[in-house]
């Protein structure tokens, strides 16, 4: 079965960091586009960050700067890396995954969240 499962949210303060973790099992990790999305009650879920097969990547305007993503194929994990946290930060933050060859699309596996709360 596919799964995957984030780890790392917890409560901060504005201009500290977390790291958040994202295992993989259940998929060809190598050949699986990874993302990290985030979602509050009142917005629409948001697209934070990217990373292909390729260990190409991108980035939402908001955490450019901020936010570093990256993968650890031998683990088949994911990370993102978040400094300069900011309130407008807190969230519950998902791990996405997907065949590389979809592009965005096909990030389809989702992960069951990790909450991320900044306070000011």
């Known amino acids: 079965q596919v799964q995957l499962v984030e780890s790392g949210g917890g409560l901060v303060q504005a201009g500290g960091s977390l790291r958040l973790s994202c295992v993989a099992s259940?998929?060809?990790?190598?050949?699986?586009?990874m993302a990290w999305y985030r979602q509050t009650p009142a917005l629409a879920r948001e697209l934070v960050a990217v990373i292909t097969a390729y260990e190409n990547t991108n980035y939402a305007d908001s955490v450019k700067g901020r936010f570093t993503i990256s993968r650890d194929n031998a683990k088949n994990a994911a990370y993102l890396q978040m400094n300069s946290l900011k309130p407008e930060d807190t969230a519950v933050y998902y791990c996405?995954?997907?065949?590389?060859?979809?592009?965005?699309?096909?990030?389809?596996?989702w992960g069951q969240g990790t909450r991320v709360t900044v306070s000011s």
């Open positions: 259940g998929i060809t990790f190598s050949t699986n586009d």
């Open positions: 996405a995954a997907g065949p590389s060859v979809l592009g965005l699309k096909g990030l389809r596996t």
